[in-house]
Every structure is written in C-alpha cells, then in structure tokens.
C-alpha cells in the first residue's frame, strides 16, 4: 500500500463503524478525515472539545465561513458549524463527555495494548502540548476507538503493555489500522478483519502482541 493512501484507507474503514445521529468526537490528525467517507444518508453530531457542538466541514481559505483565529478544531486548524449546532462553554462541553452524551471517540496512538490501554500524549524527554480532552474521552465516550497507522518508521506501535505514560487504562474497544482491524476482548486481541494486501503473519510480526485470529475473519475491502 502507497504510503499517500493509508490514512483515507483507516478513515474510510472507521466511517463504517457509525450509524446516522451518533455524537461522535474525532480526535487531532487522522480521524477529522473520517466524515469525508460516511455515505450519503449518514449525518452526525460532530462534538469539538473546543466548544462546538455539531461542528461542520473544514472551510478553506476564501469560503465565507472560514476564520482561523476563532472558530478552530482540537488541532488549531479552521472548523465551522454545521446548521442547527452551536457553541458552549468549556463545562457544559466537558459535562457532555463525562455525562456519557458521546457516543464513540476516535483517537490516534502513540501505543496501544492488548488490555486496552491507551498511550498518546506525551514521549518522556520531548516538549508535548498537554493531554487536552483525550483522558476525559476515554472514560467518557461510550466506545473509544483507535485508528492509526500500525507501525511507526517499521517499530510497532501495538505492545502486550504499553510502555509510555498512559492517557487512560482499558479504555480501547477496537484499533482500526492500514492493516487490519483488531477487537480488544477480556483474553486479548482479536483479530477480525484484514486488509488484503496483508498476510496474516505480516500483521502478526508488526504486532508486539499475541493475536487471536477470528474464525470469520472478514476483508476490511467492500
């Protein structure tokens, strides 16, 4: 797989897991790509850490709507508001996550492991921005899912135990890479889905993991 195609090929396949009206919050990166694939009939709550709720299309420069200074995403690139959302302020909006208002998040990864543990906001040693909403999300959001790539210039990025500082314990229900699609179960991970263009032991040798491979296993290609 061209290394240009990977993220919309992780993005195309999360937009799968969402179903018309859910309130979904997408993390920084990779899963704002997310709404580009949803089919037609399929609208979402978009909620935005940063106090929108029903969040729209990222505008670009010269649309009527765009205005990077005040209406950004979680990542200070240009947001809008989709037509009946709106803004709130940062308890209400935080209210709703921890209120279990949200019904799924998806979120990059620095590490992820076999118990559902999550590590993605800080490298000890390196100058990092802060955790922001992630820690709230986690416990908060209904289903977190982790879409990434699988490996990171070849190391993996998938472990038995994570071994960075964790965002959250046993939060992760599933991990969505350009590889395959792993569910996170009470006896590890679960390997239900490939892409492909993958072997089974490719992914297995990517993967600092034990994995379980589905009897059904599925392609994640329509």
Known sequence: MEKSEIKGFIAKRCAKELKNGDVVNLGI??????PNYLPKDVELIIHAELG???????PKEGD???DPYHVVDAGGSPSSVAFGGGFIDSASNFGLIRGGHVDACFLGALEVDA?????????????????GG???LC????????????????????FEKCRLPLTASHCVNKIITEMCVLEVTENGLVMTEINPEFTVEQVKAATAAPITVAENL????D
């Open 29 to 34: 990166g990779l899963p704002t790509l997310i």
């Open 134 to 136: 992630a820690m709230d």
């Open 139 to 158: 416990v908060g959001a209904r289903k977190c899912i982790v879409c990434m790539e699988h490996t990171a210039k070849g190391n993996p990025k998938i």
């Open 64 to 66: 009527d709507n765009y």
């Open 115 to 131: 118990d559902g543990n999550l590590a993605n906001w800080i490298i000890p040693g390196k100058k990092m921005p802060g955790m």
């Open 52 to 58: 929108i709720v029903s969040a729209g299309k990222s």
């Open 218 to 221: 599925k392609s994640m290609v």
